[in-house]
Structures are given as structure tokens and as C-alpha cells.
Nanobody, 124 residues
Framework: QVQLVESGGGSVQTGGSLRLSCTAS????????MGWFRQGPKKEREFVAA????????QYSNSLEERFTISRDNGNNTVYVQMNDLKPEDTGVYYC?????????????????WGQGTQVTVSS
């Protein structure tokens, strides 16, 4: 099994930036497709971004691709999401997720492992 730990959340004002990190345990991280999801208050968990095991392919929610960037460092077993120009609607708990397959999926049930989440709050 792989364990995921997110960090980097916090409170920012509208227009600010945050970079979230997710560090994985285990020695098979470089075989996993990694994704970021978020869940706002009273909202369903939604797809943010994903990246393949090699980092060669990425995919974003259409509403976020201009502001968010996903990346990974397999040497450090870490995946990141850089979030710029944050808006109040970006507020929520952000989760890192992993799936041991080559193909990116955008729905939560496709992912086998999840971190505990990190809170992002964007004030107006």
C-alpha cells in the first residue's frame, strides 16, 4: 500500500497563490498516476488535475487549467499543484490521490489511495 500526506494548505486572499505538496510512502510511486481533487463546503468532491507516472501527460479541470499546474518529482516521491490567482470558490479541502494504472481518470472512484487532505481557504 501507499500512504499519501498533503501539505501546503493555508489561508490567502483573492489573487494569492499556494503550492500544495503530496508525499508518498513506498517504492512504487513512479508507477502511479497521481491526481488532485477538492471538496468545498457542502459540495461533491471534484477533479482538479492529474499527472501520469512519468509526468509526460497532465490533465486539468477545464475551469482550472489556466491557473493551476500539476507536477511531480519521482526522486522525492512527491506531486505538487501550483495554484495561482486563487478565488473564493477555490476554497475547500484538497486531496491527493493515487492509482496504479497508466491512464488518467477524472473521477474519485478510479483512485485507490487518498491522503487526509489539506485545507485551502481563499478570502474575498
Amino acid at each position: 500500500q501507499v500512504q499519501l500526506v498533503e501539505s501546503g494548505g493555508g489561508s490567502v486572499q483573492t489573487g494569492g497563490s499556494l503550492r500544495l505538496s503530496c508525499t508518498a510512502s513506498g517504492r512504487t510511486f513512479d508507477f502511479y498516476t497521481m491526481g488532485w481533487f477538492r471538496q468545498g463546503p457542502k459540495k461533491e468532491r471534484e477533479f482538479v488535475a492529474a499527472i501520469t507516472s512519468t509526468g509526460r501527460t497532465t490533465q486539468y479541470s477545464n475551469s482550472l487549467e489556466e491557473r493551476f499546474t500539476i507536477s511531480r518529482d519521482n526522486g522525492n516521491n512527491t506531486v505538487y499543484v501550483q495554484m495561482n490567482d486563487l478565488k473564493p470558490e477555490d476554497t475547500g479541502v484538497y486531496y491527493c490521490a493515487a492509482r496504479p494504472f497508466l491512464i488518467i481518470r477524472t473521477y474519485p472512484s478510479a483512485y485507490d489511495y487518498w491522503g487526509q487532505g489539506t485545507q485551502v481557504t481563499v478570502s474575498s
